[in-house]
């Protein structure tokens, strides 16, 4: 399996409260992702990493910020988590070349109450 | 932009029947097209992708699946159904630029009835 870890595993917080969900690889891997599944959407890509300090957004960015300061951790951020952010967070890296496949963390299933 | 459309949130099978799980992609250029399982409460896992070259693709676990160009399809099949393939299904489309995004369908559920 590759090596990426996923932090916490679960999470309950409330709304309003800040949350950081951390991604930590051990392959090198030049590009990192954040998805959200929520049922009957599938896997929505909230941000993507190409770089260190290199970052763009998904198509559902907003109310999400990222930072990535090293090649191995990835965190992603919800500034004021609402209950529209209760989702399962699967971080995924991957290697360069549109022909190469994305491997996946375990997933964070976080709750905001 | 690219895109992929799956055809049905839920299929449901007998055990030992044809599996077949539609995915049909759009994509200006030639596209990078994977298939995902998840079992319950884990991530995702490759069972098998298309780039270039033959167009019958075979993946784990006894799956295969066909790119068609002329109806820019990538199905996925088995042909006799396990319980144990039991799981949700993900089709995507790698977009074939600089960031090298990864585009999913809405996931099929898959049952297998005894």
């Known amino acids: 399996d590759a090596g990426i870890t996923q932090s916490p595993r679960h999470k309950v917080t409330e709304t309003g409260t800040p949350v950081t969900l951390r991604c930590h690889q051990t392959e090198n891997h030049r590009y990192m992702y954040w998805y959200r599944q929520d049922p009957g959407h599938g896997l929505r890509l909230i941000h993507y990493s190409y770089g260190v300090k290199d970052t763009d957004k998904g198509e559902v960015s907003d109310g999400y910020s990222v930072s990535r300061s090293k090649t191995e951790d990835f965190l992603l951020t919800l500034e004021s988590a609402t209950s529209s952010q209760t989702s399962v967070y699967f971080c995924?890296?991957?290697?360069?070349?549109?022909?190469?496949?994305?491997?996946f963390g375990q997933g964070t299933r976080l709750t905001v109450v | 932009a690219q895109s992929v459309t799956q055809l049905g949130s839920h299929v449901s099978v007998s055990e030992g029947a044809l599996v077949l799980l539609r995915c049909n992609y759009s994509s200006s250029v030639p596209p990078y097209l994977f298939w995902y399982v998840q079992y319950p409460n884990q991530g995702l896992q490759l069972l098998l992708k298309?780039?270039?070259?033959?167009?019958l693709v075979k993946g784990i676990n006894g799956f295969e699946a066909e790119f068609k160009k002329s109806e820019t399809s990538f199905h996925l099949t088995k042909p006799s159904a396990h319980m144990s393939d039991a799981a949700e299904y993900f089709c995507a489309v790698s977009e074939a630029s600089g960031t090298y995004k990864y585009i999913f369908g809405t996931g099929t559920r898959l049952k297998v009835l005894a």
């Open positions: 298309y780039t270039t070259g033959a167009t």
């Open positions: 995924a890296i991957s290697g360069w070349g549109p022909n190469t496949e994305a491997f």
